[in-house]
């Protein structure tokens, strides 16, 4: 079955020979300071550059490898590291202005923005040589996602915008989820950091906690009050997916009316300069505050709170009974066991509170 894969794959990506140019002698800049590539999709080239620091080193050719990780169609799984081509070329060639090594190597668009294949990269080695007694590195295995000139302030990624509850009272708790939504297939790597702020009146609501929820690796979120609302910047490990990233913000009403919570300034990146600011739309959702102040834990609404409304939570839970009010005494969004449980510990007198 893997022999199946690897013809198929070598099939779509027509992979070549490894590409050889006539080495030139002499002496080079060598280490490197700054590595890019991006796909051009009219050429269908991906064009990289390296610069090099004043190290000098004595070397005939380095190795330029494009790969990426094919999704096979066999066994449904994303195999990664797979080489669309390798190329030894020359430094002579490509050595432009004293320490800069340039060129433009073929990749089809219809490989590069296939949803088969993603995390395209490059990787650029070289030999070592040995100057004036000090051994250099002219190219030590380094390697830098692809992503295509049109993540450059191109496509952007949206945020889904929830309350719950949409509606409550003076004094009551609400979660603002914000998912994000729609990562721009040019990113290289996954979207791995995020920035955004959240405009809303202090006067209304206060923020009590935020929470991070992600699929990806080693994210980790930090806030900062801003005027008219709260900045939020993310980090982490690459991820791809809609609701791969949920932001949850738990609020407490102060005042009735309506209040929106808007969502601008919405960027974010994978990291290696391909990116994106969403600039022009910005994302609202409402929040209905009333002037009774509901008895949070009475659920049956006959004015205490007891064991009649645990079990009429547990009933909810079970999917019994439908269409409950003030069941989430414990504010976490949802009304099942543990609400029930809390009741039950204030109607036995455990706690003073629901």
């Known amino acids: 079955m893997r022999k199946t894969f690897a013809f198929i794959l070598a099939f779509t990506l027509c992979l070549s020979a490894a590409v050889s140019v006539a080495a030139e002698e002499g002496v080079y800049y060598a280490k490197i300071t700054v590595f890019t590539a991006v796909y051009d999709e009219f050429t269908q080239n991906v064009e990289f550059c390296v610069e090099f620091d004043g ?75 040995e100057s004036n007694g000090t051994v250099y590195y002219t190219i030590n295995s380094a390697d830098i996602p692809i992503g295509p000139k049109a993540a450059h302030g191109g496509e952007a990624a949206s945020l889904n915008m929830r309350l719950l509850p949409a509606q409550t009272a003076i004094g009551g708790y ?23 702020v959240l405009n809303y009146d202090a006067d209304m609501t206060r923020i009590e906690s935020v929470d991070l929820e992600s699929k990806g690796e080693s994210w980790d979120i930090s806030t900062a009050f801003v005027t008219g609302g709260m900045e939020f910047a993310l980090n982490g490990g690459g991820v791809y997916e809609d609701g791969d990233l949920v932001v949850t913000v738990k609020l407490m009403t102060l005042k009735t009316g309506n209040c929106d919570f808007v969502v601008s300034k919405l960027g974010g990146g994978d990291g290696y300069g391909h990116g994106f600011l969403e600039e022009t739309t910005d994302f609202v959702a409402t929040l209905n505050i009333s002037g009774d102040m509901p008895l949070i834990g009475d659920v049956n609404g006959d004015g205490a709170v007891d064991n009649l409304d645990a079990a009429w939570v547990l009933q909810y839970d079970a999917g019994i009974r439908t269409g409950i009010r003030n069941g989430d005494v414990n504010g976490d969004g949802n009304v099942n066991s543990l609400d029930a449980a809390r009741i039950l510990k204030y109607d036995a007198g455990i706690t003073d509170r629901v």
């Open 55 to 129: 190290a000098v080193v004595e070397t005939e050719e380095f190795v330029v490898r494009l790969y990426c990780t094919v999704l096979d169609p066999l066994e449904n799984i994303w195999v990664e590291d797979q080489t669309i081509n390798i190329y030894q070329l020359s430094f002579g060639d490509h050595l432009k202005e004293g320490n800069r090594l340039t060129g433009a190597l073929p990749i089809r668009k219809d490989v590069f923005f296939n949803s088969g294949y993603r995390d395209f990269r490059i990787s650029i080695s070289g030999k070592t040589a």
């Open 174 to 196: 609400v979660l603002l989820k914000l998912s994000v939504a729609d990562i721009p297939a040019t990113l290289s790597g996954g979207l791995t950091n995020l920035n955004f």
